[in-house]
């Protein structure tokens, strides 16, 4: 193989490299977007998560307060 056919070879694989490169980096982006979008869902399910424990604990606190009530109620007939 002559000088010129090894610098085109070299040329060709360094192109190749860059395109993969650059394939490559795009997909790293892309996934550290849908990374930070999934934190993002996370966050929210979690906070929903909590929102909903509070509301539960609000209602079985009011289901006992009634229960007590009616305990009381029936205790005075």
């Not at 610098?7 to 490559?24: G, K, M």
């Not at 790293?28 to 424990?53: C, D, G, W, Y």
Request: proline share 1%.
């Amino acid at each position: 193989m002559t000088p010129e056919e090894r610098l085109t070879q070299v040329e060709n694989l360094l192109e190749t490299a860059a395109r993969y490169i650059n394939r490559h980096s795009q997909t790293i982006e892309q996934n550290q977007a849908e990374i930070t979008q999934l934190r993002v869902s996370l966050n929210e399910t979690l906070k929903l998560f909590s929102e909903l424990a509070t509301y539960q604990r609000q209602n079985q606190e009011e289901i006992r307060r009634i229960w007590e009530y009616l305990l009381n109620q029936s205790g005075n007939e």
